[in-house]
């Protein structure tokens, strides 16, 4: 199967802080990746599309300069939340695709939650 | 912006029963998804059905589209306590390129 692994999976940190998350294809090369947050008891929404060796495509209302995607190799991608506030507490889930495959699956990593004290 | 909406938003059934989920949306699609999520974890692929069929099986799980309604169902036969999750649908659009917009899911609770 295809995994996808996320680093840390939980972290709690102070207000002002930078927090990276990485997530990682294990056995798939994966060209896109994308990075989704999720509520409490609400769906996952979109916050960008990270493709290898090129700049993320951030979707309308994501602040780049806060949420800084580097995708530096076919199975790695790295979210980093920079200046944390309390608001940027969520669940982070990554999901990557298969290099090569337009419309399949996208493969979910387990998820970061991250909480900002 | 969400897509997929689904319904019911949550559905208690007795392990054993069959359980059926909706899921409407309003743009043209490449393809429909569904998902399941337990509690506080990632998302688990079930199937994806493309908007040229009609009905798809894996297993217990059968996925309709109808693209004429922009809606789908996804149906659970002889549900067991371990189906107990979030069900998610989810669409890409024609020309997304892969890019997934996620309902708001459902709330399966089976009762053992």
């Known amino acids: 199967g295809a995994v996808v692994s996320q680093h840390p999976s939980r972290v709690i940190c102070k207000s002002g802080t930078s927090v990276k998350i990485e997530c990682r294809s294990l056995d798939f090369q994966a060209t896109t990746m994308f990075w989704y947050r999720q509520f409490p008891k609400k769906s996952l929404m979109l916050m960008a599309t990270?493709?290898?060796?090129?700049?993320?495509?951030?979707e309308q209302g994501v602040e780049k300069d806060k949420f800084l995607i580097n995708h530096a190799s076919l199975t790695l991608s790295t979210l980093t939340v920079t200046s944390a506030h309390p608001e940027d507490s969520s669940f982070y889930i990554c999901s990557a695709l298969r290099a090569l495959r337009i419309e399949g699956e996208q493969f979910f990593g387990p998820g970061t939650r991250l909480t900002v004290l | 912006s969400q897509q997929g909406e689904e319904d019911p938003q949550a559905l208690s059934i007795q392990e054993g029963e069959n359980a059926t989920m909706n899921c409407s949306y309003k743009t043209s699609i490449n393809n429909l998804q569904w998902y399941r999520q337990n509690s506080g974890r990632g998302l688990v692929h079930l199937i994806l059905i493309r908007s040229n069929e009609r009905e798809k099986h894996s297993g217990r799980l059968r996925v309709t589209l109808d693209t004429s309604k922009k809606s789908s169902s996804l149906l659970i036969t002889a549900s067991r306590a371990a189906d107990t999750a979030s069900y998610f649908c989810a669409t890409v659009a024609s020309g997304a390129n892969s890019k997934l917009t996620f309902g708001k899911g459902i709330t399966l609770s089976v009762r053992p």
């Open positions: 990270s493709n290898e060796g090129s700049k993320a495509t951030y």
